[in-house]
């Protein structure tokens, strides 16, 4: 086996920055010249293992719960966090530096920036090489992505001479992107590269015709797996065909087709809210065939009791019209997850950096973005997303006209989709332009 030639950066907590790992790896390992890569997981790899799955706890505890306080107060004190992580990822990325001859540096998460650019520095300096670290951005360029862009603006005028940043086109108000650049990172536009996004092959495909026949062959990770949808089917009798691991859902050109996707932790309470809120919209018997897709990409010991908690509350609405069909899944690849974007009269979303990404690409319906129910805490209010979610959402709403929704009006914003003519049924709200892309 050769020894890697690109090491590799990431970090777990969300998805996110794995799933854009997972592309840019796939790109590199089978273009045009091949490359060996060498990924590192931050969290994981080079915090130790008990800090690293506390810090990993945390972050995906508050999403499954929803408290954005929490998320906001962890991105608040990141500079901080960064300080006292730098010891141990300085030593972790200039150790595989002196043990490896890597070309390439890359790094697409938040963690270290400062670290990891000073190991590079005092490498090159020692073996007269000329490395510098590729930043990927994971989110898209606002005023609103401090998480990324905080640490890369306090770098000295050393260290910025080692970082080039490869991202989407900034969200711009009027103002210059050169004036863009230099106020939220300090870096010249020489080091900026503007380039399409770290996402998986799926999504560079050609879009489906939404007037065809589709079928959506839905990955099944064990038996258990497999069980969850045939109880989920109990209430309308026509479950999927379950054939070599693959639970085959087929989709007529006129059913309606909805996809909530919250993140790879979502929020329980959410979830449960937007199936009850589908229950009360389908009521009448008569109509079109009406499917909801429930994408859960979480880690296993949180994925059983969600999923078989929302199984369960499909269950019991025995008496729900049989043309209201629910599929709670989990871990689906991105050829599934780019058809159901494709395909989907509507989808709810979070808006995080990489799902934004993909549903600009593929999405041909509405794209609806999950706002928290708003609380307050000791005075302070948040309004149901961290701040660099707004951002995304904001660029999703210029790229696709993406709304806003909560499961408080879930019903009132998503009851035009079921009030269309008993003659005329239209799936699509927006007919598709099928010649879009890039």
Known sequence: MRDPQILLITSSGGSGHLIAAKAIKEALEMGEKPKTVMEQDVSQDWLGALFGKIFISIWNTSQIKGWIFMQEIQSFIHPLFSIFLTPSIFFHCFRLLMNYNFERVIDNQVLGTKAIINAVRLYNWLKKKNLIVEKVLTDLPTDYTAHFFTEIKSLNRFERTSIEI???APLLYGEMAEIFWKRKTGLSLS???????????????????PKAPLEIPLSIENEVAKLRLIKASQIHMNPPLFEEGRAKVFIHPLDLVFTIMLGSHPSKG??????????????SKEGPIVHVFIL??????????????LVSQIMSHPLAPKRLRFYPISRQDDTVVSKLFNRSNATITRSSGITTMELIQSSLGDVWIHQETPRSILGLRHHGMVLWEYGNALYLNQKKGARFVSPQFFEQAFRHYFAQSKDVVVPFQNA???????
Request: aromatic content about 16%; hydrophobic content about 40%.
């Open 191 to 209: 080091q900026i590269h503007i380039v399409y996004p770290p996402l998986r092959k799926a999504f560079f495909t050609p879009p489906i015709d």
């Open 296 to 309: 859960s990409q979480t880690g296993k010991w949180i994925e059983k009791r969600l999923v078989d908690d």
């Open 432 to 438: 598709p332009d099928l010649s879009m892309g890039y």
């Open 270 to 283: 959410a979830l449960h809210d937007y199936i009850d809120g589908f229950f009360r919209l389908v009521k």
């Open 166 to 168: 490869y991202a989407q």
